[in-house]
T-cell receptor, first 112, second 111 residues
Framework: NAGVTQTPKFRILKIGQSMTLQCTQD?????MYWYRQDPGMGLKLIYY???????DKGEVPNGYNVSRSTTEDFPLRLELAAPSQTSVYFC???????????FGSGTRLTVV | QQQVKQSPQSLIVQKGGISIINCAYE??????FPWYQQFPGKGPALLIA?????SEKKEGRFTISFNKSAKQFSLHIMDSQPGDSATYFC??????????FGTGTRLKVLA
């Protein structure tokens, strides 16, 4: 049982480039989330999804897009990367009726 | 107000001592208060959680104290060990699908 898997673990992007952060969970959880973690700022919610085909914005959605075509996958797309998007990105999932998140191990992204 | 204020930002405790991390909130609609533990290079992991109708919850060396009237809750780590060195996040659920997280406390337990 792999839980929540994120790829890649590390990535350096140049300003203006695009990329997709992958997130897959094998627990059949309906709810999935993308957070970014900046030093001293805690975890900020970017986007979340309550099921396949349903997504909604969190606190800091600008510059990002998501899709949820299957229960398992919840990719995060960065278009036109900016230095302000340098951060550690965490994907999480939660079973309906459960209150705890299962987090992935994160993707460390640097935009130069 | 969708905020959870966490303090201190960092904490150094001697082995065997008590570590205390505090969080405060304003939104009375929050209905669930978990604490997460994060080791370097890893994602946060659920440590312990409490509902607002309970004043205290204990699991091993970890205790949450909840003061509903003051809108504060705290994590107490008894007999702190070097293996407890990590970043701790409090969180609150505003009755919807997502959590609001505190800014984190970096705990270092000295051997």
């Amino acid at each position: 049982n792999a839980g929540v898997t994120q790829t890649p673990k590390f990535r350096i992007l140049k300003i203006g480039q695009s990329m997709t952060l992958q997130c897959t969970q094998d627990m059949n959880h309906n709810y999935m989330y993308w957070y970014r973690q900046d030093p001293g700022m805690g975890l900020k919610l970017i986007y979340y999804s309550v099921g396949a085909g349903i997504t909604d914005k969190g606190e800091v959605p600008n510059g990002y897009n998501v899709s949820r075509s299957t229960t398992e996958d919840f990719p995060l797309r960065l278009e036109l990367a900016a230095p302000s998007q340098t951060s550690v990105y965490f994907c999480a999932s939660r079973e309906e009726g459960s209150r705890g998140y299962t987090f992935g191990s994160g993707t460390r992204l640097t935009v130069v | 107000q969708q905020q959870v204020k966490q303090s201190p930002q960092s904490l150094i405790v001697q082995k065997g001592g008590i570590s205390i991390i505090n969080c405060a909130y304003e939104n009375t609609a929050f209905d669930y208060f978990p604490w997460y533990q994060q080791f370097p290079g890893k994602g946060p992991a659920l440590l312990i959680a409490i509902r607002p109708d309970v004043s205290e919850k204990k699991e091993g060396r970890f205790t949450i104290s909840f003061n509903k009237s003051a809108k504060q809750f705290s994590l107490h780590i008894m007999d702190s060990q070097p293996g407890d060195s990590a970043t701790y996040f409090c969180a609150a659920r505003p009755g919807t699908y997502k959590y609001i997280f505190g800014t984190g406390t970096r705990l270092k337990v000295l051997a």
